[in-house]
Nanobody
Framework: QVQLVESGGGLVQAGGSLRLSCAAS????????MGWYRQAPGKQRELVAV???????NYADSVKGRFTISRYNAKNTVYLQMNSLKPEDTAVYYC????????????WGQGTQVTVSA
């Protein structure tokens, strides 16, 4: 079982940057696929970016070239660097973890609010 705690959200003007952090505890971090999701008001939660422990990444088309996911396995932490932010990036951002074992459950952080003003 793993616990996830996000930090780094806030209010930023369009074109600005933020970096989100997610600290994991409770299990071997390197056994988990880590990712970031977001949910805007009235919309479904959507994938933003994921990263394997080996360094492979996948991004939503809407954030490619602007967001970068990274992980520091020695510190059990995953990051999301967000540049060139747009008002449509406004959402609650959630850290996500899923063990590589087939049938494992999803783990979520509590979420952190990101608000981008025009």
């Amino acid at each position: 079982q793993v616990q996830l705690v996000e930090s780094g959200g806030g209010l930023v003007q369009a074109g600005g940057s933020l970096r989100l952090s997610c600290a994991a505890s409770g299990d071997n971090f390197s056994n988990y696929l880590m990712g970031w999701y977001r949910q805007a008001p009235g919309k479904q939660r959507e994938l933003v970016a994921v990263m394997t422990s080996g360094g492979s990444t996948n991004y939503a088309d809407s954030v490619k070239g602007r967001f970068t996911i990274s992980r520091y396995n020695a510190k059990n932490t995953v990051y999301l660097q967000m540049n060139s932010l747009k008002p449509e990036d406004t959402a609650v951002y959630y850290c996500h973890a899923k063990h590589y074992r087939i049938g494992s459950i999803d783990y979520w952080g509590q979420g952190t609010q990101v608000t981008v003003s025009a």
